[in-house]
């Protein structure tokens, strides 16, 4: 039987003043280099590499000067404290934290947010928080990406339309999480409410034999009147079906920044969701994500045609041939305005 262990809110606090202890890795910035209109944050979730490297260092190449940072979270820590492109690329080392695949790898994000937010350059002006795998890679230059993710201060949370959503009916009422792509964009403000909130809502126990830490399930809060996640107000996950099989990274951004969608807050939602878009494409094929070998006529498209928002892609075989992208992430062309299609909440 496992031990229960409830990691409160409060413990952010001791974590942040921890966090520079746990930082490695990690690149010396100065303050002035900064551009005033912002900064961008790249918050990767990665096993033991990252095989597409080069394409990440012709991309990092055409950045202004203190223009972005990055953060790695790997779960073989041991492999990427050796990796020497991670190094060359000035990207930031963290300790490992316990993750599973579809079960909890919502901590290592987590991890990843509050270290990039406890260690920001306050001279950075607006900041943005990405999360990326390592199978995913930039489609646009620098430049582009920079354009469209400054532009304004919301956060691009990619939703699934209602009939993926978890849903139930408790104490009356008709509950549903926006299922959503874990691999989002996050402000500043929905950074530290993702980071705040998951330590309050999560609850892990202990493996009696081998005191590792156990993942045993979380609660969602409701969506105040203000349009943002009521932490006093919460349903327990497992009330809404489906529950096994679904996997937290791709509910609790919406979540716990926005709260449980239900019925008389349909109209707080759709001014939520409007001018959000999705930024990592991701094509599907028989019910499965299709897995590039290479740049294939619809990535190229995407790549060189304006008029949409699509800023990366995903998912990249760790041996593609990709010689074709270094040039298109090159250029250093402006970036297109506008967002992707969002959530039809009535499909």
């Known amino acids: 039987q496992n ?11 001791g974590l942040e003043a921890r966090a520079n202890r746990s930082r490695l890795m990690s690149p010396q910035r100065s303050l002035a280099s900064s551009p005033a209109q912002g900064q ?3 918050l990767f979730m990665l096993e033991d590499s990252l095989p597409h490297w080069r394409v990440w260092q012709e991309f990092f190449a055409g950045a202004p000067k203190g223009s972005y940072r990055a953060l790695v979270h790997c779960s073989n ?8 492109p991670l190094r060359s690329l000035g990207i930031e080392l963290l300790r490992t934290v316990p993750s599973k695949w579809c079960t909890d790898l919502v901590s290592p994000a987590q991890h990843l947010a509050l270290h990039a937010l406890v ?3 306050p001279a950075a002006g607006m900041e943005k928080f990405v999360l990326m795998s390592g199978s995913a890679l930039p489609l646009r230059p620098f430049t582009a990406v920079q354009a469209v993710l400054l532009e304004g201060d919301a956060s691009d949370i990619c939703p699934s339309d209602a009939i993926h959503w978890a849903n139930g009916k408790v104490g009356g009422i008709d509950y549903s999480i926006v299922k959503h792509s874990q691999w989002a964009v996050l402000s500043r403000r929905d950074a530290e409410a993702f980071v705040r909130g998951w330590a309050e809502v999560s609850r892990f126990g202990s493996d009696t034999q081998t005191g590792a830490p156990v993942f045993l399930g979380w609660s969602v809060p409701r969506m105040g009147r203000d349009g943002r996640a009521n932490m006093s107000d919460r349903v327990n996950r497992s009330s809404l079906l489906p529950y096994t099989w679904r996997c937290p990274d791709e509910e609790v951004l ?3 920044i926005f709260g ?6 349909r109209s707080l939602w759709q001014d939520t969701l409007s001018g959000r878009g999705c930024r990592t494409f991701l094509e599907w094929s028989g019910g499965k994500p299709v897995e590039y070998s290479s740049l294939t006529a619809t990535l190229r498209n995407l790549s060189t045609t304006e008029g949409h928002g699509w800023l990366f892609a995903r998912k990249f075989a760790a041996g593609a041939t990709l010689q074709e992208l270094l040039p298109l992430l090159a250029r250093r062309q402006l970036a297109p305005r506008g967002a992707n299609a969002l959530v039809d909440m009535d499909k």
């Open 260 to 265: 449980l969608y239900e019925p008389d807050r």
């Open 3 to 13: 031990r229960l262990r409830v990691w409160p809110a409060p413990l952010i606090l």
């Open 77 to 84: 820590y041991t492999s990427c404290r050796s990796y020497a």
């Open 119 to 121: 260690s920001a350059d």
């Open 40 to 42: 961008i944050v790249f």
């Open 254 to 256: 919406t979540s716990l």
